[in-house]
């Protein structure tokens, strides 16, 4: 999604300076179904504990989303504020701050599918506790299908296809020890193909089974992480969330560097410079998941565990 986006930070130089990888200019958008899919399948690993408790979930996801997004806000704010971001009526700007379901673009671009995953997760805190796993499944099998014959109507992101996303996620998850024999490559090498091929003889859903098919062979694949060099794909997947927030903004600032320091840049720096851009908003995502994303989220558990505990002992006082 990141590299997607990178041409924003090349308008400093002319379309025909740029060199860009054909299949991440073009399809890198679906990076957004293969995070949905990854929610659906991280979200029931959590929901499957024996401790799992709806509030607690709440809690916790609400230090997990809302932190890191009111930094990424707080930043378009003062862009606003000097010039270099599109004006917002404040009532739209505020409500957008929410994450609530809304008809139309939010005023940060990249956060409507953040709307969706707290739709999810709404979804999931009320289903698993009477219905367990297989019953989120089931709801959301429903969403989609109904959003598709419906045509997504606006339903405050209910009747959506894109509940198919998280969905090849949760299935996953429940067939996941049937799985495990098919590997790595043959789901991921199978995914891509489908993908490729889908892209111009496309059907109902083929994304999702695309993603859920690379999902799976992501899901088997066992290597060293706790190694270098691949302690830094584990490091960029854990500022994941922070790059997708911050991706655009960087972009942008590396786009007006560009254009003002360098006035007229030669062509042959293009693609350097969106590599170095790419590189800075990995380490900017890195700093902000240590800084901001970490804290919170251990926060957010301390908060959870005393709201809980008090709980328990006032309900103990109480029957003992």
Known sequence: MAYFHSYIALRAFPESAQIPIGPLKDWGYLGVNLFFAISGYVICLVASKPTFSPASFAIKRVFRLFPMYWVAMATIAFMITIGKYRPEPLGHFLYSMTLLPQSGPSAYDVSWTLERELVFYALATVTVPL???????????????????????????????????????????????????????????????????????????????????????????????????????????????????????????????????LRSPPDWLCEPWRFVTLAMCCVISVIAWRRIERPMIRLGNRVAGATFGIRDRVSAAFTD
């Open 131 to 261: 219905a367990g796993i297989p019953g989120l499944a089931i709801v959301l099998t429903t969403l989609a299908a109904a959003g598709w014959y419906f045509g997504n109507p606006w339903s405050y992101h209910l009747l959506s296809t894109i509940h198919a996303d998280f969905l090849v996620g949760v299935v996953l998850f429940l067939f996941h020890d049937r799985t495990k024999r098919l590997g790595t490559i043959a789901p991921i090498a199978i995914g891509m193909a489908m993908l490729a091929y889908t892209r111009s003889h496309d059907f109902v859903f083929s994304v999702p089974l695309c993603m859920g098919l690379i999902l799976l062979g992501m899901i088997n694949l066992r290597l060293p992480w706790d190694r270098w060099p691949l302690r830094w794909i584990v490091q960029a997947g854990d500022a994941s969330y922070s790059i997708y927030l911050l991706h655009y903004i960087v972009f942008f600032w590396a786009a007006f560097i560009s254009a003002r320091a």
